[in-house]
């Protein structure tokens, strides 16, 4: 059974940090690519960030170069997301996501809220 579980979300002051995690299982993480994606109240989800199942090179939304950084521990089956200096558009919920060919999976999501 293939699970994406994502941690790490929550409430944060703008100008701050958070760091999302999400751990894979049921597939072999080392194989996928994966993903951060995020998608505001009323908006299209959109893709954050990508690594390949290599670590490198990795990929940015503009927005979000300098500020986010994605990683992988392929040992632990878990990808991150800092992120960092972070702006009220910045709330999102955010999504992992793994893709290989034709294999796509999603986790379930972790909001962000970015406020003061």
């Known amino acids: 059974q293939v699970q994406l579980v994502e941690s790490g979300g929550g409430l944060v002051q703008p100008g701050g940090s958070l760091r999302l995690s999400c751990v894979a299982s049921?597939?072999?993480?080392?194989?996928?690519?994966m993903s951060w994606y995020r998608q505001a109240p009323g908006k299209e989800r959109e893709l954050v960030a990508t690594?390949?199942?290599?670590?490198?090179?990795?990929n940015y939304k503009d927005s979000m170069k300098g500020r986010f950084t994605i990683s992988r521990d392929n040992a632990k089956n878990t990808v991150y997301l800092q992120m960092n200096s972070l702006k009220p558009e910045d709330t999102a919920v955010y999504y992992c996501?793994?893709?290989?060919?034709?294999?796509?999976?999603w986790g379930q999501g972790t909001q962000v809220t970015v406020s003061a």
């Open positions: 996501n793994a893709r290989l060919s034709f294999y796509n999976y």
């Open positions: 690594i390949p199942n290599t670590g490198s090179p990795t």
């Open positions: 049921g597939f072999i993480f080392s194989s996928y690519a």
